[in-house]
C-alpha cells in the first residue's frame, strides 16, 4: 500500500534554514511527479511546492518563491523541501503527496515546522 512519510521537521529561528524529506513507497515513484503542501492551523491544506517525475520542472507558491526549493533522489524514493529564510508565517504541518497540481493518494505522515520570530 502507498505510505507518504514526511521526516525534519522542528523549531527554528526567523531567517533559519530547514530541510524536509518525504520517503515514498507503494508506487512507481521514479514516474510520478511529487508535491508538498502545507497546513496552517483550521485551514486548508496549500501547494507549496511540485517537482515533475525527472526533477526537470518545478513549480511554487508565490509565497515561497526564492526561499524554498523541492528536488528528487528517485532511487532512494526520497522528494525534498529545502528551505530557507523562514518565517513564521511558514509554520504549518508539511505533508508530501504524489501528483504535479493536485495530490493522487491520502495524506501520509506530516511534519511540524516551528519558526520562532
Known amino acids: 500500500h502507498v505510505q507518504l512519510v514526511g521526516s525534519g521537521g522542528g523549531w527554528v529561528q526567523s531567517a533559519g534554514p530547514l530541510t524536509l524529506s518525504c520517503r515514498a513507497s507503494?508506487?512507481?515513484?521514479?514516474?510520478?511527479?511529487m508535491n508538498w503542501y502545507r497546513q496552517f492551523p483550521g485551514k486548508e491544506r496549500e501547494l507549496v511546492a511540485a517537482?515533475?517525475?525527472?526533477?526537470?520542472?518545478?513549480k511554487y507558491a508565490d509565497s515561497v518563491k526564492g526561499r524554498f526549493s523541492i528536488s528528487r533522489n528517485n532511487p532512494r524514493n526520497l522528494v525534498f523541501l529545502q528551505m530557507a529564510n523562514l518565517k513564521p508565517h511558514d509554520a504549518a504541518v508539511y505533508y508530501c503527496?504524489?501528483?504535479?497540481?493536485?495530490?493522487?493518494?491520502?495524506w501520509g505522515q506530516g511534519t511540524q515546522v516551528t519558526v520562532a520570530s
Open positions: 503527496n504524489a501528483g504535479w497540481l493536485y495530490t493522487i493518494y491520502p
Open positions: 507503494g508506487f512507481d515513484f521514479w514516474d510520478t511527479a
Open positions: 517537482i515533475s517525475e525527472t526533477g526537470m520542472m518545478t
